[in-house]
Every structure is written in C-alpha cells, then in structure tokens.
C-alpha cells in the first residue's frame, strides 16, 4: 500500500511522523485544557449559586 | 457584514454562542480535506523528475509555513484591535493562535530540515529564509512565555501586543527573505497567482487542498482555544471575586 519512495524513505515518512504527531500533540493539548477549564468552572460558578 | 455586526463577537457570551453552532462544521471540514490532501499527495502523485519522493514533503512544508506566518499576521491584527478597541476577546483570540502557529513553524522547520538533507546535503544552513524563520520561532515562544509570566491579563495583553508588533517584522522577513536578499539555499515560492509560478498541477491540486485543511485546521483550534481562554479568565475572575469576599 505504501508508495515506493526509494531512497528517500526515511526522510518522507519521518516528515509525516513527525508532522503528525505534533498536529495529534497539539489538538490532544487543546482538547485537554478545554475540557479541564470547562469543568474547573462550572465548579467555581456552581459554588456561586450554591452561596447566593 | 458590516463592522458593526463584527464587534458583536467581542462579546465573550456572543462569541461563545456563535462558535458553538460553527465549530463542529469547522473541524469535520478541516479533518476531512487535511486527510484527503495528505492521502492524495502521499499514495497518489508521482515523484518528481529532479527531487524524487521527497516532493511528497511539499503538502506538509508548504502549508505549516504558510500557517506559520499568517498565525502571526493573524496576532498581529487581533493585537491591533485589543491595542485600540480594548475588546478582551481579540487579545484572547491572539494568545490562543500563539501555540497554533508555534507548532506550524516547528513543522515547517523540521520537515524543511528533513527535505534539506537529501536536497541541499545539508539539515540546516543560515540561509535568509531558516534564519527569519527560526528567528519566528523564537519569538512565538517568548510571546508564549510572556503570557504566562504576567498575572494580571490587561498588562499581559499590553506586552504581549508590543511584542507581536516587532515580531511582525521577521513574519514578513520569512515570507520575503528570499525576494530581498537573492542568496541562500532556499527556493522562491512554491504558491504564485502566476500559473508558470506555480508547481506542475499534478501536485498543485494535492498541495491545495492539504492548504484548505491546515487553514481550516487553524481555524478550529483558535476558535476552540479562544473558548477556553475566554473561560479561563472568567473563572479567573470569579476565583479573585471569591477571595476578595473570603
């Protein structure tokens, strides 16, 4: 399934390795801190209801 | 649209609410053409006749740098607007660009690397091109940094801004390096609205549509990371409120 990249192999794939682990890393780091923003304040403004 | 129903985005809960409905559409859309034009290049395009497979680097080097310094172009304005309108969401929307485009550059120069080695005999040269480059990259991590150091979001957004403004000059350097100073290893540009400019077709139309799914792609991530700076601030702001009142 692979193309034929010939001598070249090594540099073509590590590009795209490389490529799409930072892209993964990144969208993964984003996800992540959204998700954990999200819910640190829905805890902070639940708190507010709970006091008022 | 006029610029008035623009500044309505300025609005924290306005923005939220918009990019609620759009987001889900921006990311499929950026997933799917960021597959399609990578498959594409990837198993469906020949080698070139003098650079062999390594073209197939071209539909990952071109668009993250492309991304790169329009990522900073992009700080720039939202710097501009935080600068004069004061509007905490444009200067939210440059702090959540800042890791977007420092990635980009960090794939430009490493797939750059990657291609130099077997096209040039060389990983890295200080040619006017990698040098302005590496020179952004460095600044996307000091204006990361700078963000970070401050406490009180205003001031951060004040220095932050300044510091957009001058790293503005090597965005614009990496871009045109090659046309101001005709030295270096480093081709001119692949992209032209010249067609003769252009790279031959059969990896034109790849390369294309791999530019909409990155441009898509740093779409939906500083939409997403807006968001969450958006909420992190508010809760920021509450957290300060809590201890204020404590």
């Known amino acids: ?52 | 649209m006029n610029l008035n129903t623009l500044w309505a985005y300025a609005n924290p809960k306005k923005f939220i609410e918009t990019t609620d409905r759009v987001l889900p559409a921006v990311a499929w859309l950026a997933a799917l053409l960021l597959v399609a034009g990578l498959v594409w290049g990837f198993f469906f395009t020949p080698d070139d006749f003098r650079q062999g497979s390594t073209v197939k680097i071209i539909y990952l080097h071109v668009p993250s740098a492309l991304m790169a310094i329009n990522a900073w172009l992009m700080m720039l304005v939202t710097s501009l607007v935080w600068i004069v309108r004061r509007h905490h969401v444009s200067a939210l929307a440059a702090r959540a660009a800042a890791p977007v485009g420092m990635v980009m550059t960090l794939i430009a120069l490493a797939t750059g690397a990657l291609w130099g080695q077997p096209m040039w005999g060389t990983w890295w040269a200080w040619d006017p091109r990698l040098t302005s480059f590496l020179i952004l990259f460095l600044f996307y991590l000091g204006y990361i940094a700078l963000w970070e150091a401050i406490e009180n979001d205003d001031t951060a957004a004040d220095l932050t801004s300044i510091l957009c403004l001058v790293g503005s000059v090597f965005a614009l350097l990496s871009r045109y390096a090659v046309n101001f100073w005709n030295q270096g290893l480093h081709q001119g540009a692949s992209l032209s609205l010249d067609k003769k400019e252009n790279v031959a077709d059969v990896f034109w139309h790849p390369l294309l549509v791999s530019i909409a799914g990155f441009v898509l792609l740093f779409v939906a991530l500083v939409l997403m990371r807006t968001r969450t700076e958006i909420r992190a601030r508010r809760m920021r702001a509450l957290l300060a409120r809590e201890r204020m009142q404590a």
Do not use: F, N, Q
């Open chain 1, 1 to 52: 399934m692979i193309p034929d990249l010939g001598k070249y192999a090594v540099p073509v794939l590590a590009s795209y390795g490389v490529s799409l682990l930072l892209i993964a890393g990144l969208v993964w780091a984003s996800l992540r801190r959204s998700a954990r923003v999200r819910r640190a304040l829905d805890e902070v403004e639940g708190r507010r209801k709970t006091d008022v």
